[in-house]
């Protein structure tokens, strides 16, 4: 029942602020609403008027998050999300996937896997993170990129591709 009443709620907070500028303070509200029904939200959580979060309570936000307009945020499984951290135009974030039963995909269990965002990291625009990724801090998505679980092996560096792949290591001092 929470989860259903979390979905209307999300969609009611989409409607009625779809039409407000997307200006620091009303970002910060849309943040501060959707952060009502999250597990965990951090400070300065903004977030634009054309972004869809299915399935809140599913998620944790840090401090000083960014999410751009036309991202969709479809979660069956729980999303980490670190401090700093920015998702570009139209990212899709899905920690669900379908697996074959034999006769379909449409009627098999769903497979849930979680996703992990470290602090600092940087999400390219037109990405996709599927379940099971785990993106290391300050690292980066390149734009258009497809990350799987297989995609990211815990090196601090720049991920593009389809599927990503790490294309540069970044040492921090």
């Known amino acids: 029942m ?16 779809y039409f407000l500028p997307d200006i620091p303070i009303i ?27 299915n399935g ?10 960014y999410i751009a307009n036309s991202c969709n945020m ?3 499984g729980t999303l ?14 899905s920690t669900g996937n379908h697996q074959f039963n ?3 995909y449409r009627f098999s269990e769903s497979l849930r896997e979680p996703i992990l965002i470290g602090n600092g990291s940087w999400i390219g625009g037109n990405s996709t993170l599927l379940g099971g990724v785990i993106v290391p801090d300050k690292s980066v998505i390149g734009a258009g990129s497809v990350v799987t679980k297989k995609s990211c092996n815990g090196i601090v560096g720049v ?3 389809v599927p990503a792949k790490i294309v540069k290591e970044i040492c921090y001092q």
């Open 2 to 17: 929470k989860h259903k009443f979390l979905l209307i709620y999300s969609w009611f907070i989409r409607t009625v602020m």
């Open 27 to 53: 970002m910060r509200l849309r943040g501060w609403l959707y952060g009502l029904g999250m597990t965990r939200c951090g400070r300065n959580f903004q977030v634009t008027h054309s972004v869809i979060i």
């Open 56 to 65: 809140i309570d599913l998620c944790e936000v840090g401090n000083n998050v």
């Open 74 to 76: 479809i979660l069956n």
């Open 80 to 93: 980490e999300v670190g401090d700093e951290v920015i998702f570009g135009p139209s990212v899709l974030v």
């Open 102 to 104: 034999g006769r379909s």
């Open 159 to 161: 991920y593009a591709g």
